[in-house]
């Protein structure tokens, strides 16, 4: 018979709302801590059970859409990427895989690390000999136009400019997974004002491309003339609001891991000195990335330690038994990668950072690493945010030393996340 999920206890009527509000993670490695793998938190008239472990992962992500729903749990974002990116259905599903699965393919990939080689070189040059530098708007910025850049053309990004990058950051900003997103607030109607702004810069670009005799084989073609099985082109909004999820998603997931990966690297010498002295010999290239096995894994190792999305979210379409435990119609599921992925049972000493967890044949159990989401659901884009910060971090360090100032830590009010601002790095360049 299943069992009903332990309660954490909260304030009467709202329950764990403002505790959850103050740290999210933070609230529930502590629910953790004290209840064990599975809780359940009165989040006001709604429901949260909490899951912690590979074996509930696993089985959360067997589980159909039309069981755990990721539309309905998507309400926070859906303003800013549209509703293509959510699909329950499997018809929608394989619809959104077959369009995004040959910009990760290998061939494509080789493509985009051309742009990226090219995009970090102008980056990291453009930084002074010696100075100070703000590491998270470095790594931000640099992840959205790498995205723009591999995703829309060279033309396109030389078009969409300064305009281009103050609106994605409004929509960026507005980000809350808490708030209803339909509140008459500041951020939120900023956020109207980019997507207007930005539709209308993707949509001529999208029916110029339509129209050309001659276009070139780039990603962005690819998008704008995807078909539907009866030979039409999709639909304006669903094309406009797929490149804009791309976007997105791709924009936090890089940044963040870049900037993760520079503070831990730099928190941990031994580490450091191995990478660089992989780095030792041809600069970086399409040919050489693939080469570099332990900056690969100390990639990883920064995604384990420091996931960027705090919770996944779905919502239960009817009632269901999830790991032996009752979880009823209307309740919300999530998972916590950033507890998950530091359980002493599965990652023996969990606070340290050792990429060599990555090497050689026996990795990690499956279903432990869920930065990215796991089973068909998993972040397809998850190839090319680990490209981008080994081309980031090879191309910085064969540049530069550096020193962090100060100890980074996590926003603790953010589920996105990323370093706590300003996170200075002094660099200094190399002989």
Not at 131 to 160: H, I, K, M
Not at 350 to 358: K, T
Request: hydrophobic share 40%.
């Amino acid at each position: 018979m299943a069992l009903d999920p332990p309660r954490v206890r909260g304030l009467p009527l709202v329950g764990s709302v403002f505790e959850l509000l103050r740290g999210p993670v933070g609230m529930l490695r502590r629910a953790y801590a004290r209840t064990g793998p599975v809780f359940a938190l009165s989040l006001g008239p709604k429901t949260m059970v909490c899951f912690i472990g590979p074996s509930y992962a696993g089985e959360y992500f067997r589980l159909p859409g039309d069981v755990l729903s990721k539309n309905l749990a998507s309400k926070p974002v859906k303003p800013i990427m549209g509703e293509i990116a959510f699909p329950d259905d499997d018809v929608g599903h394989q619809r959104l895989l077959g369009a995004l699965t040959p910009l990760v393919s290998k061939p494509s990939l080789d493509k985009h690390t051309v742009v990226m080689i090219d995009e970090v070189r102008r980056v990291v040059s453009a930084l002074p000999r010696q100075g100070r530098f703000e590491l998270v708007e470095l790594t931000e910025r640099l992840s959205q136009w790498l995205a723009v850049r591999c995703f829309f053309g060279d033309a396109l990004a030389e078009r969409a400019g300064e305009p281009f990058r103050e609106a994605f950051s409004d929509l960026v900003k507005s980000f809350d997974l808490f708030l209803p997103p339909n509140l008459p607030l500041p951020k939120f109607r900023r956020r109207d004002r980019a997507r207007v702004y930005i539709d209308r810069l993707l949509g001529d670009a999208v029916l110029e491309r339509r129209g050309m005799k001659d276009p070139p084989a780039d990603t962005l073609q690819w998008l704008a003339t995807l078909r539907d099985a009866e030979g039409r082109y999709w639909s304006m909004r669903d094309t406009v609001d797929l490149v804009v999820s791309l976007l997105f998603a791709g924009h936090h997931t890089t940044g963040a891991l870049m900037a993760w990966t520079v503070v831990h690297l730099h928190r941990n010498p031994q580490v450091l000195a191995r990478v660089r002295k992989e780095l030792e010999g041809p600069e970086p290239s399409v040919a050489r990335l693939p080469e570099l096995k332990y900056l690969a894994a100390a990639i990883q190792e920064s995604a384990r330690l420091e996931p960027p999305t705090g919770i996944i979210t779905r919502v239960a379409q009817q009632d269901l038994t999830l790991g032996g435990y009752q979880i009823r119609k209307g309740w919300m599921v999530a998972l916590c990668p950033p507890v998950a992925q530091r359980l002493p049972e599965v990652f023996p000493r969990p606070d340290v950072y050792e990429p060599e967890r990555f090497l050689g044949s026996d990795g990690p159990p499956r279903h432990s690493i869920i930065a990215f989401g796991g089973g068909t659901h998993s972040c397809i884009g998850r190839p090319f945010a680990q490209l981008a910060t080994r081309v980031f971090i090879a191309t910085l360090l064969r540049a530069f030393e550096l020193e962090l100032v100060g100890d980074p830590v996590v926003d603790p009010k953010q589920v996105l996340r990323r370093p706590l601002t300003p996170c200075l790095v002094q660099h200094r360049a190399r002989a």
